[in-house]
Structure formats: C-alpha cells, structure tokens
Nanobody, 124 residues
C-alpha cells in the first residue's frame, strides 16, 4: 500500500509561481518513478512531467517545457513540481502518480498509484 498526497495548489495570477509537492508514504518496496498529470473538466489526464527514480532523467509535456521543473528528494520520498510563468491554460487539477521501477513514463496507464489531486487556478 502506497499513498500519494499532493499539496501546494492554489490560486495565482498569470505569471505567478507555485510549487507542488507529492509525498509518498506506506510500503515503498523499491525504486519508483513519478509523473505529474493534469485534468480539466471534460478532458483526460494530460502528461505534465515525469522523473526517474534517481532524478537523473526528466521529461516534460510540450506546453510546460521551459516553465515547469520536476525534482525529487528521495530522503523525504517527495517529488516536486515547480511551476513558473503560469498561464490561465495551466488551470487544472494536478495529480501525481508513481510506478514501480526506475524508468519514467509519459502515459497514465503505466502508473500504479495516484494522489487525490490538487487544484491549480491561474487567473488573468
């Protein structure tokens, strides 16, 4: 049993920044890669960013590349998503997800565990 808890969402103005956190707890049995996805009403969960278990590899969706940075602190079992230069189109519920194994993936189906989501709203 692994639990993921996102935090750090909120309301910001265009151009602002937020840092999301994803804390993992429970039965951590080995290396895990982590992804961030986001969902708006009526749409699926879109890939935002992912990071390998060691943090050596990262990957970003085209719409956030250059603005968002994913990182992790394995001593804390926490993954972060630093979001800068936020735009209204970034408004969504952001979910973190984890999968066993070291290699990151960009697809929702690859992930075993999901957090509850945290709302990010960017106003103009």
């Amino acid at each position: 049993q692994v639990q993921l808890v996102e935090s750090g969402g909120g309301l910001v103005q265009t151009g602002g920044s937020l840092r999301l956190s994803c804390a993992a707890s429970g039965r951590i049995i080995g290396p895990y890669a982590t992804g961030w996805f986001r969902q708006t009403p009526g749409k699926g969960r879109d890939f935002v960013a992912a990071i390998s278990s060691s943090g050596s590899d990262t990957n970003y969706g085209d719409s956030v590349k250059g603005r968002f940075t994913i990182s992790r602190d394995n001593a804390k079992n926490t993954v972060y998503l630093q979001m800068n230069s936020l735009k209204p189109e970034d408004t969504a519920v952001y979910y973190c997800a984890a999968k066993w194994g070291s290699i990151l993936e960009r697809t929702t189906g690859a992930y075993n565990y999901w957090g509850q989501g945290t709302q990010v709203t960017v106003s103009s």
